[in-house]
DNA sequence: ACGCATTTTGCAACCGGTTGCAAAGATGAG
DNA sequence: CTCATCTTTGCAACCGGTTGCAAAATGCGT
């Protein structure tokens, strides 16, 4: 079916070294061989098999892009930013959808039978022993949206959760409430864990501000609406910080659904600042978390990893801003 | 680094043969044998190259899942469905992100030189060319969410877009409404044109129902609103057919902007039921698109065209339904 | 124990490329 | 024109597997 190497070397007249060559960057070919070599590869429709050149030159091209957040409306735009990052840099996303599973065993036994030239693990759920499992594997991984820690064992590129939680804390504190609350994802997601001590520790400086905190269960709109419903039981706080922006979808719709006014009543802000966040009618003031930042740097670092195999794990974490929207009261003066 | 069939037939004193062997299915080994071989695989954590194999075989398990559609929130759902139910059949998913790219020459060469065994086409905003390009290379191709014609050249899996514009038509005449309109995608999209070709046949034969049509750029949120808000220049219908979900949405949230009611004042049917639809803050009535019907006979459709390489292009439509909530008011009676 | 049918096994060639090496060819200096 | 040097070329081995074929081993009936 597909046209072989050999046959453009017969129909070429030359060697089948001579075409290898002239479809290999930097190799040594006369420009008459090579033109003869590309008339008839033209003429044949051929193109090189990648798969087949791999075997020699350990090298795929191939990028295993794990994820478990398929049901976070950011997702896309992740997808969306590393598939065009990775293209644009001559890599293939191979696809590796996590949703159930929790042990990095098979993923890495698959990934290793297609001989991907490296990991992205792009997650803010996943525990940190899943991309070391893949390290330990002996694959060049990047954790993005991962946890920043002192002495990371992978690389890890995301935004410091802790200095975002100080941020939503500063940001509530600013516009004089006195009693705020932390409506977190899933308590075990470092991400929730960090935002959540960020914001404590914010606003331990301020003691005569009341500080409360739950958890939905997950990062999704029924989770965060639940949650709020639950918590509108009792007297709300006046203001909350919530995991992230699906999450405060979902507490918004339940403070609405109980006839209470967003920001007066109260004051949401959110952490992603996905699309949807600025769509006029929810017009979600939040937290920007700077993907495409993210995103390229997750890339750049798996590619020089993966040149530099033993690079000394390294830590890139972005600057995140709030974007003033309509959920949250305005600054006083 | 990787260890390979030698090594594990070293080891296990038997020939690369056997081993080969013991990890292809149905190939004729001794218990003896396979428990030798298995147990030094073990040992050195072999697991063989699924790339060398297809060299031989002639497989790779690689399916291209090609789309343009990173920007709508329904695509979130329509890539959990494909990547998890490409990896139950044990198939690996190589996403292609069309975003800007309109010639299927790149990607019909990058796709055979990764040697894909499949490629699955999820777009309903590509013209049928291109899906054809790919059969011409000698690919086996699905579209899905493609057009249906009466002499398919590839197969396509969706839904009958016309028959969907009929329904909702039906649903607006039911509720009595005298002044209805369909505001649609971008005009080149087949899915748009059919909708629209549905929607005005049936109510052709309705001559007291007046009735309008225009369209918006994109199927987005952004094109949705900039389109309703121009249509609320002038009297606007009581109730309009769009062309999808994130439109409606858009459109509602022109609407409420205005100071309007949905649905007394418009009324609002979407198409797809994209999980947001549901959220209780959006409440919309939509008509359902069966999106895990359509993938999973996609991914059947894929796999038998790979096996049976000139099968007959088939068609594979999947009914919708209304989806009864709060953007179209209640059926009279 | 023997002969025959059936498995099981290893050899060697092959899949589609790449690459070290030495021979062949081109280039330039003298 | 010769010789030394540099470039280009083809050979052959290799990457990590698979597979047709014939030889070796096994199982079975008697």
Redesign the pocket.
Known sequence: ?????????ERA????????????EG????????A?VEKAARELG?????????????RTKLIGLVSNNFHNPIFLEVFDLFTRGLQDRGLRPLLVNLSDETDPANSIRMLR?Y?VDGVIVASSTLPPSFAEAFRDAGLPVVHSFGRYTTSPYVHVVGIDNIACGRMAARALVARGHRRVAFLGGPPGATSTQDRERGFLEELARHPEIAVSVTHATAYSFDAGRAEMQRLLQSPPAEAYFCGDDVLSIGALSAIRDAGLRVPEDIGIIGLNDMAMARWQNIDLTTIRQPLAEIIGASIDLVVATIETPDRYPETRLFPCRVVERGTLRALPG
């Open positions: 079916m597909a046209v072989t190497l050999k046959e453009v070397a007249g030359v060697s089948r070294s001579a075409v290898s060559r002239t479809f290999t190799a040594s070919v006369s420009a008459r061989t090579r003869k051929y193109s090189p098999n990648a798969l087949a050149s791999s075997l020699t030159t350990g039978q001989s």
